[in-house]
């Protein structure tokens, strides 16, 4: 029985990739490489210095300033250094769920963070989460995922995160920003979020994490 040694988990917001790529990523013993955090950095990096997020010009001057890191925190859960510092617990404010989309349309963002995942993507033994890591930083995965579910669910998924993180938001809220942000993710010309032609399509509607994460373990295990 062969491993997959190379994993691609990629997705619309709310799908529930992340919760399932660490927990397949735990039980396999991998590295869980969640790139969206890594475009949250970067973004929060241009929220910190005042930059508008539109502006194309300034934020690739500072995509070429900044240096984004995924490293393992002492208890073992994954963090994200940004220019050093560890912005893990940051990451998933509202300010940046606006202005990420934006940032991470321009190319000059997605060639610098290409590099570093394309980087852990090469010492295998990884799952790797996004939007485009089937289709763009690991074309030749021994194993994708596109993972989706109904917009209402997802919306709900995200409005339980938020309020359980102390933020005052309405489903309604939740749901407008979600549409957004997938139109966005979707359209742009730069790596756009797409099913690669050779992912498997799991719908997460409905289901439990235990029951998705046991059909993926299943695929990861699956002789070629
Ligand atoms: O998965 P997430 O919600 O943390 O991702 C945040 C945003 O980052 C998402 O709206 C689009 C962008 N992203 C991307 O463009 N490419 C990826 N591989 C991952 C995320």
């Known amino acids: 029985m062969s491993l ?39 973004t929060l990096k241009v929220l910190m210095h005042g930059v508008d997020p539109a502006d194309r010009e300034r934020v690739a001057q500072l995509a070429r300033e900044t240096d984004i890191a995924l490293t393992t925190g002492p208890d073992g859960a994954p963090q994200v250094v940004l220019d050093g510092v560890d912005v893990t617990h940051r990451l998933r404010e509202p300010g940046i769920d606006r202005a990420v989309s934006t940032v991470a349309a321009f190319p000059e963002v997605r ?3 290409l590099v570093v995942q394309r980087e852990l993507a090469r ?3 990884v799952v790797l ?42 489903l309604e809220q939740v749901e407008r920003e979600l549409r957004r942000r997938d139109e966005q993710d979707m359209t742009r010309s730069a790596a756009p979020l797409q ?20 059909e993926i373990l299943r695929y ?3 002789d070629d």
């Open 195 to 214: 099913r690669a032609p050779d992912a498997i399509e799991v719908d997460t509607t409905g289901r439990s994490i235990d029951a998705v994460v046991a």
């Open 123 to 125: 010492r295998g033994g």
């Open 4 to 42: 997959k040694r190379v994993i691609t988990i990629d997705g619309p917001a709310g799908a529930g990739k992340s919760t399932v790529a660490r927990r397949v990523a735990s039980a396999l013993g991998y590295l869980y490489v969640d790139t969206g955090a890594m475009y949250r950095a970067m």
């Open 220 to 222: 990861c295990r699956e």
């Open 129 to 170: 989460e996004g939007r485009d890591t089937g289709t763009h930083v690991a074309p030749d995965a021994d194993l994708k995922l596109y993972l989706t579910a109904s917009p209402a669910e997802r919306a709900r998924r995200r409005y339980r995160e938020l309020v359980a993180a102390g933020h005052q938001v309405t």
């Open 111 to 113: 060639e610098r963070l």
